[in-house]
């Protein structure tokens, strides 16, 4: 037997919390045990008095196999015991039981439950207010009942239930026809789940329907060198009647939108089945290549035979008119065409065709943003979008952008929804019209794709951080053994990490929302080649499957590491799908050149890391936006001298060389002047990934070699010792401290 003190401390356990004690009354108790006299040990609440044990003997409850006991008071603290006494039942987690009002109770397993009397219906259900599209409506709650017992309450429309809250009196129904007349009825729902009937219906007729609102979401979706198309979604507030057909609208840049003219009507409901349909485009063959236009669209109750394109459309749009329901043949003419949506611009080009791995392009691949570049006043895809030409004449082909999607933190390594494209680094338009620029530019937009982990838009009925939006998952996408210990799915098929949850690859709904996502970034926003981060939080097998889902374009994983055997293993884990940055190159050319000393760019006559052995696969790099601020790396990787030396190595070798943001744009002058005769030589001789490599001499103060482009040769030295190339017609290209590049041939 427990001591008296462990029986009767004090507890702040409360099993009928926010129920209000009256000020006198009974507390009924009937008690399901598996004894044949249990007691209850008590005292009423408000004093300190406990009964003697073993307490008050239930009664037997007749006709049930439960035990009763009637006590006064506002409320009682107690615990059960066997009357020996020797046995005794306590509330959950060993505390003592409460019942903190008057009232009908049972206790069984542990659990008190309050014995309601039956809800009674609400009273007076009338519509305050009442639009084309909505109805406020509002009620009294039911007489004779207590609040406490009020759980919330339900309404219906036609019969149909339309809602279920809380104990709000009032509620507004949206998305209504209008002209219509609907019948609301309202039931109590009391705090144990239980309804009650139904109140008196009352009717509402609403008013006629008004105007529908602007489309939602346009966006220019394809572009060609003759057409231009655009897909939008139907708009939030319909009017109070069904938009059956859409005009478009298009003006010249220049031009202020209301100068507009119609160039298109489109149905926007399934004939047959009356059906509205949830995502409408259309296209505009009307232009040449190069030409841009702006665009916007406008919903329409009932289409104007007048701006019929064809004559089956007109067919259409009769046979709508036929068929229009009451709410639609009641609009008024001035209230049919609600106004237009924000504007969206189209250019007639040809998308750019995504770089494939091994290709025998030039590339020559930059990364555009670093650290900090969120946090720019202007914008960031403002600022990239203003370098787009310079860019281009650098010869630049290869872009690559910022995570795209919205994020829990700024630099968007922790993304959130998906398909929401406003982030720091700007909105939505501003990065759709940045790649499109790139497009008509020649330089193709590499996507920052960050799915190993994803963070919550809201908090669950538990109050955990797991209910993701767009697209909607649940627990059972976090794996198992994710540090949060929120999660349901399997286990992760790679490292964990701390600062997100880890997302369940395995699972076959998270496989499909992954390869929809990199398919539409690829499809509808314009990218052409990704950037796989942190590949090693989950099974490189997933990645090979996304990648080649999205039509097999180039990709580049971040893998972390300096033993080029490890970084092998990876790609043939991808069966070569995937390209890796090539980081024991990275950690090579550093030591030498800030040494002076080349030995180790050859191994055997073999360059070294992942360009010596896979040139294909291999992305090499100066600095990024990780190496640059991390001092575990060493911090920056040189002055500018050096820094220019790096580059001419890379930009005139096999594998594709990647520029930082911050190299290009933030050290001055003289670097951006050395980086672009670097990037012309490269394209005019035509050196690619795969152009073969004969080093001359891999010694203390001197490294040479010969790289053979489509279009010529390349001769290239660097170190403090003198070298030059033999025979003739040899022209110098490009040069810098201890460094210099000729080249013979080339366009």
Request: hydrophobic content about 35%; proline content about 5%; charged content about 20%.
């Amino acid at each position: 037997m427990q001591s008296r003190a462990a029986l009767t401390r004090k507890s702040s356990h409360s099993l009928l919390t926010g129920l209000e004690p009256e000020a006198s009354g009974l507390i009924s108790l009937q008690y399901y045990s598996g004894w044949s006299k249990p007691c209850i040990h008590y005292r009423v609440l408000g004093t300190e008095v406990w009964t003697d044990l073993p307490g008050l003997i239930f009664k037997t409850a007749e006709g049930s196999e439960a035990f009763s006991a009637q006590i006064e008071g506002k409320g009682i603290e107690f615990v059960c015991n066997d009357g020996v006494p020797g046995g005794w039942d306590k509330a959950p987690g060993n505390k003592n039981y409460f019942i903190e009002r008057p009232g009908k109770y049972t206790l069984r397993n542990g659990k008190i439950e309050q014995q309601l009397t039956p809800p009674k219906a609400p009273a007076l259900v009338v519509a305050t207010e009442v639009g084309s599209t909505t109805a406020c409506l509002s009620w009294n709650p039911p007489e004779g009942m207590e609040e406490a017992e009020i759980g919330g309450y339900q309404v219906y429309r036609n019969g149909a239930s339309v809602y279920r809250g809380d104990r709000a009196l009032t509620w507004v129904d949206k998305g209504l026809k209008g002209n219509v007349e609907y019948s609301y009825t309202v039931s109590t729902i009391n705090v144990q789940g239980n309804e009650s009937q139904k109140c008196l219906a009352t009717t509402v007729k609403t008013n006629v329907p008004g105007k529908p609102g602007p489309p939602a979401w346009l966006k220019v979706s394809a572009t060609g060198q003759d057409f231009v198309e655009l897909t939008w979604k139907p708009p939030i507030d319909l009017g109070g009647a069904s938009v059956t057909a859409y005009n478009i609208w298009r003006a010249m840049p220049d031009q202020h939108p209301s100068t507009a003219e119609c160039v298109g009507t489109i149905i926007g409901r399934d004939v047959e089945t009356g059906q509205d349909k949830d995502t409408l485009d259309w296209k505009d063959t009307f232009v040449k290549q190069g030409e841009t236009f702006v665009y916007q669209v406008s919903a329409v109750h009932l289409p104007d035979s007048t701006m019929a394109r064809s004559t089956s459309q007109a067919l259409l749009m009769e046979e709508l008119r036929k068929k229009a329901s009451n709410s639609l043949l009641s609009v008024d003419e001035g209230e049919n065409e609600g106004p237009r949506c924000e504007c969206v611009v189209g250019k007639a080009q040809a998308m750019l065709k995504a770089p494939r791995m091994g290709d025998t392009e030039p590339h020559v691949l930059m990364q555009a943003f670093n650290w900090d570049s969120c946090y720019n006043k202007n914008g960031w895809y403002n600022v990239v979008k203003g370098c787009v030409e310079e860019l281009k004449e650098a010869g630049i082909d290869m872009l690559w952008l910022p995570p795209p999607s919205q994020c829990v933190d700024d630099r968007g390594y922790l993304p959130g929804q998906w398909y929401n494209l406003n982030s720091k680094y700007g909105s939505d338009a501003e990065l759709r019209g940045l790649i499109s620029d790139l497009h008509a530019a020649g330089i193709s937009p590499v996507a920052d794709i960050v799915i190993n982990h994803r963070c919550a838009s809201e908090k669950d009925s538990q109050g955990k951080w797991t209910s993701f939006k767009n697209p909607d998952w649940e627990r059972w996408a976090i794996c198992k053994d994710d540090p949060s210990g929120d999660g349901q799915g399997s286990q992760s098929t790679g490292q964990n990490i701390e600062y997100a949850p880890d997302i369940d690859h395995t699972n076959k709904k998270v496989q499909e929302d992954s390869k929809a996502y990199m398919k539409w970034l690829m499809e509808d926003v314009g990218f052409r080649a990704i950037r796989l981060d942190f590949v090693l939080g989950y099974g490189a097998w997933f990645q090979e499957q996304y990648v080649r889902a999205v039509g097999t374009p180039y990709a580049v994983a971040e893998y972390w590491h300096g033993d080029v055997q490890v970084l092998r293993n990876y790609i043939n884990a991808t069966k070569g799908v995937v390209a890796v940055y090539d980081f024991p190159v990275y950690y090579t050319l550093k030591n030498a050149i800030h040494s002076n000393d080349f030995s180790g760019l050859s191994c055997g006559g073999r360059l070294p890391g992942v360009m010596g052995c896979d040139p294909v696969r291999a992305m090499t790099f100066v600095e990024n936006h990780d190496t640059s601020h991390l001092e575990v790396v060493g911090g920056k990787f040189g002055d500018n001298n050096q820094v220019c030396r790096a580059y001419a190595f890379l930009l005139t070798h096999c594998g594709i060389p990647s520029i930082f943001w911050s190299d290009w744009s933030d050290r001055g002058g003289e670097v951006k002047k050395q980086l672009k005769a670097l990037c012309q030589v490269r394209k005019s001789i035509g050196v690619h990934c795969t152009s073969k490599v004969n080093i001359q001499a891999s010694q203390g103060g001197l490294y040479a070699a010969y790289i053979e482009g489509k279009h010529g040769t390349i001769a290239f030295k660097m170190g403090s010792n003198d070298w030059a190339p033999g025979g003739g017609g040899w022209a110098i290209k490009a040069y810098g401290h201890e460094y210099a590049v000729w080249a013979k041939g080339g366009q």
